[in-house]
C-alpha cells in the first residue's frame, strides 16, 4: 500500500512531537520510531520529486508555447512593487519547531 504525502508527513509530525514529549528518551521505542520516520520520510521526499517534475513539465510546456513573449506592462509592474511573502506574511508557523504551512 502506497501512503500519500499527507499520512507520512503526519506519521513525522507524530513522531517529533513524542520526541520533544519525553524527559529521556524511550530506548525500547526508539527503532520502530526511526524506521518508521525513515520510511515516511522517503514517501514524502519521493511525492515531492515528483511534484516538482510535473510542474517542470507543466511549466515548461507554458513556457515553450508562450515562445518569447514579454510580459505585460501590469505583470511587470506588479512583481516589481509586490514584496516576496515571508512566512510570517503568509501565516505560517514561523516557531523553531520545525512546522511545515501544510
Avoid at 525500547?28 to 515531492?48: F, G, P
Avoid at 507543466?58 to 506592462?73: F, I, M, N, R
Avoid at 514584496?83 to 501544510?102: K, M, N, Q, S
Amino acid at each position: 500500500m502506497k501512503k500519500t504525502f499527507r499520512d507520512a508527513y503526519g506519521v513525522l509530525q507524530r513522531h517529533a512531537q513524542t520526541l520533544r514529549e519525553q524527559d529521556e528518551p524511550h530506548i525500547d521505542d526508539l527503532l520502530s520510531i526511526v524506521t518508521e520516520s525513515v520510511t515516511a520520510y522517503k514517501v514524502c521526499q519521493e511525492r515531492i520529486a515528483a511534484v516538482e517534475q510535473a510542474l517542470e513539465k507543466a511549466l515548461g510546456t507554458v513556457g515553450e508555447s508562450a515562445g518569447a513573449a514579454q510580459p505585460d506592462q501590469s505583470v511587470r509592474a506588479a512583481s516589481r512593487t509586490e514584496p516576496a511573502a515571508t512566512p510570517a506574511r503568509a501565516g505560517w508557523d514561523t516557531e523553531e519547531d520545525g512546522d511545515l504551512p501544510f
